[in-house]
């Protein structure tokens, strides 16, 4: 099976940059959607973009509005989330998801999220 591992977060001024990290190990990720998602202390978990195999189809959540970016590494078995000019209302746990089989639609695996924190 799968294991993804994010990597990158931290504590960042508001409109400054932050990128993210997730490796997958254990199966072929060439043949993977992977999506991100976050969530805040007391909120729902939040849709924030995804990615296709090839990267050519990428879709975002409204909430990021052009500000974040979703490239990916086959080769490295590695997506990325390149968050650009930060907001307060970004503070999440971040975590990547794969659609392994894939279904189009459902993640079945899960990393274990990484903390971003925008001061204002």
């Known amino acids: 099976q799968v294991q993804l591992v994010e990597s990158g977060g931290g504590l960042v001024q508001a409109g400054e940059s932050l990128r993210l990290s997730c490796v997958a190990s254990g199966g072929t990720f060439s043949s993977y959607i992977m999506g991100w998602f976050r969530q805040a202390p007391g909120k729902e978990r939040e849709f924030v973009g995804f990615?296709?195999?090839?990267?050519?189809?990428?879709h975002y959540g409204d909430s990021v509005n052009g500000r974040f970016t979703i490239p990916r590494d086959n080769a490295e078995n590695t997506v990325y989330l390149q968050m650009n000019s930060l907001k307060p209302e970004d503070t999440a746990v971040y975590s990547c998801?794969?659609?392994?089989?894939?279904?189009?639609?459902?993640?079945?695996?899960w990393g274990q999220g990484t903390q971003v924190t925008v001061s204002s």
């Open positions: 990615i296709s195999q090839s990267g050519s189809m990428i």
């Open positions: 998801a794969a659609d392994t089989r894939p279904t189009y639609g459902q993640y079945d695996t």
